[in-house]
């Protein structure tokens, strides 16, 4: 905390009333900070390189005209940073209030504005970004998605679901491998592009949580969102988007079937990277989010493994 209140007075923010924010997965710390100024928020880690990850990314997102939350003062250790105030409406939520309203044109609408946007941020920012920033790796290759499908064979299919024939999905995982190795990774990728991860302010949009970018390839990001638990599944939602994002981007010189033959390979490594990280929370963390998803997992990686022409071996 100290460090937290050493940034409002280097900001100039007096008598702040701090309260911490629910974070994501990783050790940061989020805070809100009140004053008679109005409010910023505080983000706080211990990770110096995730942190150096986000501000030298925040700043090329910035000067290449992506919206992000303004920067106000950072920590001589770059252990705390102070940003922008955006609310606490993310695309998420928007669309979760809309679908109760019975408002589905809305999200469709903003669905379409998201993936109109990330074409341009996949490959504007490709050779803009400095990659020696990245904190984790600065290529998504194939030692990024052996990690990715071991944690989701070791957490959730032998602890949690136990319901597979092992030889069946390690065919089944080098089939996905070998065929998403095969495509270029000369875009940037967002890695972790979903819902929840974009935020609304004065109807513009607003990207936060890129820290763990890389390059790679642009289907993963594609993939990532429409294939998100947290994306709503209204009826034609994945033909309207994967559509939407074909045809505003010039980068794709496949054929439209093509394209969701990757789409789909892509699909599957997001989920089980998804599911991984939810089955690992809920042993190490006793997260229990992975209740709230299993069914979803299961029935879209059995659908995109069908259309792919792959068996995973994963018992419905």
Same mark, same amino acid.
Request: overall charge neutral; aromatic content about 14%.
């Given at each position: 905390?100290?460090?937290?209140?050493?940034?409002?007075?280097?900001?100039?923010?007096?008598?702040?009333?701090?309260?911490?924010?629910?974070?994501?997965?990783?050790?940061?710390?989020?805070?809100?900070?009140?004053?008679?100024?109005?409010?910023?928020?505080?983000?706080?880690?211990?990770?110096?390189?995730?942190?150096?990850?986000?501000?030298?990314?925040?700043?090329?997102?910035?000067?290449?005209?992506?919206?992000?939350?303004?920067?106000?003062?950072?920590?001589?250790?770059?252990?705390?940073?102070?940003?922008?105030?955006?609310?606490?409406?993310?695309?998420?939520?928007?669309?979760?209030?809309?679908?109760?309203?019975?408002?589905?044109?809305?999200?469709?609408?903003?669905?379409?504005?998201?993936?109109?946007?990330?074409?341009?941020?996949?490959?504007?920012?490709?050779?803009?970004?400095?990659?020696?920033?990245?904190?984790?790796?600065?290529?998504?290759?194939?030692?990024?998605?052996?990690?990715?499908?071991?944690?989701?064979?070791?957490?959730?299919?032998?602890? +949690? @679901?136990?319901?597979?024939?092992?030889?069946?999905?390690?065919?089944? !995982?080098?089939? *996905?491998? %070998? &065929?998403?190795?095969?495509?270029?990774?000369?875009?940037?990728?967002?890695?972790?592009?979903?819902?929840?991860?974009?935020?609304?302010?004065?109807?513009?949009?607003?990207?936060?949580?890129?820290?763990?970018?890389?390059?790679?390839?642009?289907?993963?990001?594609?993939?990532?969102?429409?294939?998100?638990?947290?994306?709503?599944?209204?009826?034609?939602?994945?033909?309207?988007?994967?559509?939407?994002?074909?045809?505003?981007?010039?980068?794709?010189?496949?054929?439209?079937?093509?394209?969701?033959?990757?789409?789909?390979?892509?699909?599957?490594?997001?989920?089980?990277?998804?599911?991984?990280?939810?089955?690992? +929370? @809920?042993?190490?963390?006793?997260?229990?989010?992975?209740?709230?998803? !299993?069914?979803? *997992?299961? %029935? &879209?990686?059995?659908?995109?493994?069908?259309?792919?022409?792959?068996?995973?071996?994963?018992?419905?």
């Amino acid at each position: 905390m100290k460090n937290i209140l050493s940034l409002c007075e280097k900001a100039g923010i007096a008598d702040p009333e701090i309260k911490r924010l629910k974070g994501d997965y990783s050790d940061r710390k989020i805070f809100r900070i009140n004053s008679k100024a109005g409010t910023v928020i505080a983000v706080s880690g211990s990770n110096i390189v995730e942190n150096e990850a986000f501000l030298s990314f925040r700043e090329t997102f910035e000067q290449n005209n992506f919206n992000v939350p303004a920067l106000y003062a950072v920590s001589e250790d770059r252990s705390a940073y102070l940003l922008e105030d955006l609310g606490d409406v993310t695309v998420n939520s928007f669309c979760a209030k809309c679908t109760c309203n019975g408002g589905i044109e809305s999200v469709k609408n903003i669905y379409k504005e998201v993936m109109t946007l990330l074409p341009k941020i996949q490959t504007v920012l490709y050779d803009k970004i400095d990659y020696s920033k990245c904190c984790q790796d600065p290529v998504f290759d194939i030692a990024n998605m052996e990690r990715d499908t071991f944690r989701f064979e070791e957490y959730f299919l032998k602890k +949690y @679901y136990k319901q597979y024939d092992a030889s069946k999905f390690s065919i089944f !995982i080098k089939e *996905v491998m %070998n &065929a998403a190795s095969s495509q270029s990774t000369h875009y940037f990728m967002y890695r972790d592009f979903q819902s929840r991860n974009i935020m609304l302010k004065d109807d513009k949009l607003y990207l936060i949580d890129f820290q763990s970018g890389r390059k790679g390839s642009f289907y993963y990001d594609a993939a990532s969102f429409i294939y998100s638990s947290g994306t709503v599944n209204y009826e034609g939602m994945e033909d309207e988007l994967s559509s939407c994002y074909y045809n505003s981007s010039t980068h794709i010189g496949d054929r439209f079937d093509v394209f969701m033959h990757f789409l789909s390979i892509f699909g599957c490594l997001r989920i089980m990277q998804a599911m991984g990280n939810y089955a690992y +929370y @809920y042993y190490e963390r006793k997260d229990l989010s992975i209740e709230k998803r !299993i069914g979803f *997992v299961l %029935n &879209a990686l059995k659908k995109l493994s069908d259309r792919a022409g792959l068996i995973t071996g994963i018992e419905l």
